[in-house]
């Protein structure tokens, strides 16, 4: 790849690796910057949930990507920071998104990172993950003339809508519109989370649901936090979410294992909000409400 561009996604993977300030496990910090075919670069940070869960950055920088819409992938740039040491470590992808990139990208995607002296390295998903068979999925290159846009909170772009959120119905017309960008096989899913970023400026951040081919799903209400957390949002809200179904809304929460998510990035008090368009009526249940006996010892 051209080596401006990769100087431009390694900048961008620091930055937002030094923003992360989710890590409780593992002592590292780790953050991606995602290129797309059309110039656009995504970046992702690694959210931990005290040993369940975690979600590393890459799945975070695919999740944001893919629920703007996005589906032609040239290359990702991975890097960690060493919290006791203070400084910037290689990281390769775990088998998990090994697994998860090559259901979604070419055998020609690359995938770089550091060496101890600084310098970038560079490998094929073909060469990190070999088992796989890339004959359906389709290889990307970059013209290195394209225009790069770097999209997030942090970066050039922001990627939260400014959407006056107390219009509910507006609110549920972009969760219908967002599940439109669900990929993979799942049911149509979308989710709306607000919440406040560092300014205390509030934000709303969308996901659709995401499915790899070998049927790990990352439903809408998740894909939503991962992206309004690596976008720096540590303040929440409520989250609207819904299942479209022959093109109209109807009822979906987060699943149990995001509401354990959710308790922990977003507490107690948390809004969970969905719509049944049919009955034209809205529901809605606080995360202790839904999660009964979890506070009581
Ligand atoms: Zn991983």
Not at 268 to 284: A, G, L, P, R, S
Request: charged fraction near 25%; glycine fraction near 6%; hydrophobic fraction near 35%.
């Amino acid at each position: 790849m051209d080596s401006k561009v990769l100087n431009i996604m390694l900048d961008t993977a620091k930055k937002i690796t030094l923003k992360n300030d989710c890590v409780n496990d593992s002592g590292f910090r780790v953050g991606s910057a995602l290129l797309c075919k059309n110039g656009n670069i995504y970046a992702g940070h690694n959210i931990e949930n005290f040993g369940i869960q975690s979600t590393c950055s890459e799945r975070t920088a695919f999740c944001s990507a893919i629920s703007e819409g996005e589906k032609e992938f040239v290359g990702i740039v991975v890097i960690a920071s060493d919290i006791k040491e203070n400084k910037f470590v290689e990281a390769w992808p775990c088998g998990y998104c090994r697994e998860f990139m090559s259901s979604i990208v070419g055998s020609e995607f690359e995938i770089y990172t550091i060496d101890e002296n600084g310098n970038l390295v560079g490998k094929t998903i073909s060469e990190l993950a070999p088992l796989h068979d890339y004959s359906i999925n389709k290889n990307n290159s970059f013209d290195k003339n394209t225009k790069i846009s770097i999209k997030g909170n942090f970066f050039e772009v922001p990627i939260s809508k400014n959407i006056e959120e107390k219009e509910i119905n507006k609110v549920i017309d972009l969760a219908l519109k967002v599940a439109n960008n669900t990929y993979g096989y799942f049911q149509k899913e979308g989710a709306v989370i607000v919440g406040f970023n560092e300014k205390n400026e509030k934000c709303i951040f969308t996901g659709s649901t995401i499915t790899d081919n070998n049927g790990s799903i990352i439903r809408a209400p998740k894909v939503a936090l991962l992206k309004a957390l690596s976008n720096g949002v540590r303040k929440f809200e409520k989250i609207i979410c819904i299942k479209s179904e022959n093109g109209k809304a109807n009822i979906l929460y987060p699943s149990y294992d995001v509401i354990q998510l959710l308790l922990q990035y977003a507490g107690v008090d948390f809004k969970m909000i969905t719509y049944n368009q049919d009955e034209n009526k809205v529901y809605e249940n606080t995360i202790k409400e839904v999660l009964p006996k979890y506070f009581e010892f």
